[in-house]
């Protein structure tokens, strides 16, 4: 038989959730300590004395560099580290700077050229930001922030900068140094983007942005207002490091989802405003010499490539908005192979030509063998985790031209067009079922699980709804073969299931219109002939059915559910029949038990326990009386819990018997495992016994294991006093079959 799963023991590694944790308390204790100190310098710079401004204003670069540095490599994200890097290679560079300026007399411009390089890293560290912070990648928002920023320094060189230089050409230097409020602009449109990204409650955010704000008046009014402008850079500098300090810095990269997702009008009308102002300068104010001409039209041209490139991104954004749309509604979610929507379209395009090329169109209907218990034991994510790697196995092992879909829950189809009459898909089911006996591996170890294939195969024009449901029915028909094995389609199988359909529709109210009813074949003693009890079993008379066969509908029963309330009933009916039986013996009678089937969904269900002990408080019955039987296979399919609840019936008394014994796994260690006291041999065992047949010697090894395990045995389906006798010879316990009566109903039970 082929084991459901097996398990690897996983490393607990594999099991431990992606490292999340939060810094500290202590990181946002020293980012708030840090701030004060903060508060201090800045109110000593601003109403210090003046000789004591320069030394602090380098005493805050210098806290402000060792705090960007501690905040980047010991409080950020590992994988998030590379904006604040930057942003800490900025403020070296602003150090570097600032302190150049003040040792070396006569520096001139020198430290501008390590300024310049400053903000641009600035820049980039906040665009980095901004790139990681937003779910959407195509969010226009840094290209807005460039316009803005453009715009602001078309205005700054119009009215403030140009007319400061005179007639003359001043060095390049001096103009690239004069543009520096407008990357100010830029940087604080950048971080203030973090605004619509989610960032309102993170305090690292409400840091930055007035500290940006800071940086920019400070460059606007430097030249005029040396003094303010101190104060100012020294509170950027320290609000920066501040931020970096603090926890919530860890938020400004982590992906959000972005809030804005399409042009709005007031963005809109802002976007045109700043397009207009360049036009409207440059008609007010017109190009003095070679130089404006020159500046103005680099700005013009950076402003109509944004816009270009703005333009760029919507329309690829469109595109690729349309085709995820597209794809979300032709291919599945989980794992990216086509949907019941493609395979359908599909089958229809291959059925136009089919005829022509005197091809047919075959399906492989594919479904996991008990994919609820993978989910029920270790949780959807891995039952996920299956899925995918199923997907990913059958694709990998399929022709180009084929065509592998997942079409809902553990259901996957594989659909091909081959010549007529040939067996290709034949030979594809048995490769499909042979890549599942190499076991899966996932995160919690090596899972081996098995498939049902049901193939159906149709000509030209070919309905897809047809073909699907045609290799849907074939795969059940799988499935009760015994599974982990491929079944072909025929049009008997329609018969069958509309039988089926009709059988549960009927089953469905059976129990409530009082058309179940339990009937009670006897179970004697091998040695004497005494009765020892009765097997009960649920037998179903319908008025136009008339009766149906426990082989039909109990598999009905127990695929939907409806197991669990009938057996409870029966085990009801079963118990409450043996105490008036039990009442009406005479002292020294040999006492009677009854033996009733527990089904699967019964054993996994909890409530099984609860209703056993409120049936034995109604009844008065011992619980040693009752004998539940399970099936060996019944127990496998969760072993867990099947022992959990075995255990917990044992507990209370009640006698475990394993039905069918020797048709399933039946092995010691399985059997040591079972807190059962009864054997129940499968009555195909018993058939030749008594005529020196072949299974003879299985049954006396049966006898002689259960006599060492201190069980006692119950031989089923013993018709003949033949094998009676053998039985009785091989010191067999008990036994049932119609030699000592055929099952009946209670009122026509003679004890």
């Given at each position: 038989m082929t084991p459901l799963l097996a398990t690897g023991r996983a490393s607990p590694e594999r099991h431990a959730p992606p490292s999340q944790a939060s810094p500290p308390r202590r990181d946002a204790a020293l980012a708030w300590r840090f701030l004060t100190g903060s508060v201090l310098v800045v109110v000593a710079i601003t109403f210090g004395p003046v000789v004591a401004r320069v030394p602090l204003g380098i005493g805050a670069n210098v806290a402000a560099v060792i705090a960007i540095g501690y905040g980047t490599f010991r409080v950020a994200d590992r994988a998030d580290r590379t904006p604040w890097r930057w942003l800490w290679i900025a403020s070296l560079l602003f150090l570097a700077g600032a302190s150049l300026r003040v040792t070396?007399?006569?520096?001139?411009?020198?430290?501008?050229?390590?300024?310049?390089?400053?903000?641009?890293?600035?820049?980039?560290?906040?665009?980095?930001?901004?790139?990681?912070?937003?779910?959407?990648?195509d969010d226009p928002a840094w290209i807005d922030a460039v316009l803005v920023g453009v715009t602001f320094a078309c205005l700054e060189w119009t009215y403030q900068i140009a007319p400061s230089f005179g007639d003359g050409d001043p060095p390049l230097l001096t103009v690239v140094t004069a543009f520096l409020p407008a990357i100010d602009v830029v940087l604080l449109l950048l971080i203030g983007q973090q605004f619509l990204s989610g960032g309102l409650r993170s305090p690292a955010l409400w840091l930055l942005v007035p500290g940006i704000a800071g940086l920019l008046t400070a460059d606007l009014i430097a030249a005029t207002h040396p003094g303010p402008a101190a104060t100012l850079y020294a509170s950027t500098c320290l609000m920066t490091g501040a931020a970096t300090l603090h926890p919530s810095m860890r938020q400004l990269t982590r992906p959000s989802q972005a809030l804005v997702r399409r042009l709005s009008r007031k963005r809109m009308v802002g976007l045109g405003f700043v397009l207009l102002v360049p036009v409207i300068v440059a008609t007010?104010?017109?190009?003095?010499?070679?130089?404006?001409?020159?500046?103005?039209?680099?700005?013009?041209?950076?402003?109509?490539?944004?816009?270009?490139?703005?333009?760029?991104?919507?329309?690829?954004?469109?595109?690729?908005?349309?085709?995820?749309?597209?794809?979300?509604a032709t291919h599945d979610a989980l794992t990216d192979l086509p949907n019941r929507e493609l395979l359908s379209d599909t089958i229809t395009a291959w059925g136009e030509r089919a005829t022509a090329d005197q091809q047919e169109i075959s399906l492989l209907f594919l479904d996991l063998d008990r994919f609820k218990m993978i989910n029920d034991h270790w949780g959807h994510q891995v039952g996920d985790e299956l899925l995918c790697a199923v997907a990913a196995r059958?694709?990998?092992?399929?022709?180009?031209?084929?065509?592998?879909?997942?079409?809902?829950?553990?259901?996957?189809?594989?659909?091909?067009?081959?010549?007529?009459?040939?067996?290709?898909?034949?030979?594809?089911?048995?490769?499909?079922?042979?890549l599942f006996t190499e076991p899966f591996t996932l995160s919690v170890g090596d899972v081996v699980v098995s498939a049902s294939i049901g193939v159906a195969k149709a000509g030209g024009g070919a309905e897809a709804v047809e073909l699907i449901r045609d290799a849907d029915t074939a795969m059940y028909k799988a499935k009760d073969s015994g599974r982990n094995a491929y079944a072909l389609f025929d049009t008997s199988l329609r018969d069958e299931l509309r039988d089926r359909i009709t059988l549960e529709q009927q089953l469905r109210g059976a129990l409530a219109r009082g058309e179940l009813y339990a009937a009670y074949q006897p179970i004697v003693d091998v040695a004497t002939g005494e009765l020892d009890g009765f097997e009960t079993l649920m037998r179903w008379e319908h008025p136009q059915l008339g009766l149906v066969s426990p082989l039909r509908f109990i598999p009905v029963a127990e695929e939907t559910g409806l197991i669990v309330e009938a057996g409870t009933w029966l085990l009801r009916e079963s118990a409450a029949q043996l105490a008036v039986w039990r009442a009406g013996r005479r002292p020294g009678d040999r006492p009677l038990h009854i033996s009733v089937n527990v089904s699967v969904r019964q054993l996994t269900n909890r409530d099984l326990v609860a209703v056993v002990q409120d049936i034995l408080t109604e009844t008065g019955l011992p619980p040693g009386a009752l004998w539940l039987e399970i099936t060996e296979s019944g127990v496998m399919e969760d072993i867990d819990t099947a022992l959990a609840t075995l255990d917990e019936l044992r507990d209370l008394g009640v006698t475990m018997a394993i039905d069918d014994f020797g048709t399933g796994y039946s092995s010691l260690s399985y059997l040591n495992r079972l807190p059962v006291g009864?054997?129940?041999?499968?009555?195909?065992?018993?058939?030749?016994?008594?005529?020196?047949?072949?299974?003879?010697?299985?049954?006396?090894?049966?006898?002689?294991?259960?006599?060492?395990?201190?069980?006692?045995?119950?031989?089923?389906?013993?018709?003949?006093?033949?094998?009676?006798?053998?039985?009785?010879?091989?010191?067999?316990?008990?036994?049932?079959?119609?030699?000592?009566?055929?099952?009946?109903?209670?009122?026509?039970?003679?004890?």
């Open positions: 070396v007399s006569g520096a001139g411009r020198l430290p501008d050229m390590l300024v310049i390089p400053g903000y641009l890293a600035a820049a980039y560290a906040f665009a980095g930001m901004l790139v990681r912070r937003r779910a959407d990648r007010v104010e017109p190009a003095g010499g070679p130089l404006d001409q020159n500046v103005r039209g680099v700005l013009v041209a950076l402003l109509v490539g944004t816009v270009l490139l703005r333009v760029v991104r919507s329309n690829d954004s469109r595109a690729r908005a349309e085709n995820t749309v597209r794809r979300r059958l694709s990998a092992n399929v022709r180009g031209s084929d065509l592998v879909c997942r079409i809902g829950g553990d259901e996957f189809v594989i659909a091909l067009a081959s010549p007529s009459h040939s067996i290709l898909a034949e030979s594809v089911a048995t490769r499909a079922l042979g009864i054997v129940k041999l499968d009555r195909s065992f018993i058939n030749d016994v008594g005529r020196h047949g072949a299974n003879e010697s299985i049954v006396r090894a049966v006898l002689a294991m259960a006599a060492a395990l201190n069980l006692r045995v119950v031989a089923e389906g013993v018709e003949t006093e033949l094998q009676r006798d053998w039985l009785c010879e091989q010191g067999c316990d008990l036994a049932q079959g119609w030699l000592f009566g055929k099952p009946l109903r209670a009122s026509e039970t003679v004890l």
